[in-house]
């Protein structure tokens, strides 16, 4: 499967499980939410549009609730 010219992802790589040891399955880590701050601080602008975005996209009725994960 190639995603551009540059990238190209393995069969073996798009089946990977990466469920941790307890189950759920999940795209990031909730770890990583410490970083907003930071990250608010460098470009408040952008921050600012993806919470508006964050919280339509949550929003509920938004997206079916098996897709917010």
């Known amino acids: 499967m190639t995603l551009d010219a540059n990238v190209t992802v393995s ?7 990466t469920t941790p040891a307890g189950g759920s399955t999940y795209l990031y880590d909730i770890a990583n939410l410490s970083d907003l701050p930071h990250l ?3 470009s408040s602008t952008t921050m600012s549009a993806f ?3 964050d919280r339509a996209a949550m929003a ?3 997206i079916p609730r098996r897709y917010k994960n």
């Not at 069969?11 to 499980?17: E, I």
């Open 51 to 53: 919470e508006n975005f």
């Open 60 to 62: 509920a009725g938004a």
């Open 40 to 42: 608010r601080n460098l």
């Open 11 to 17: 069969a073996a790589d798009r089946n990977r499980s």
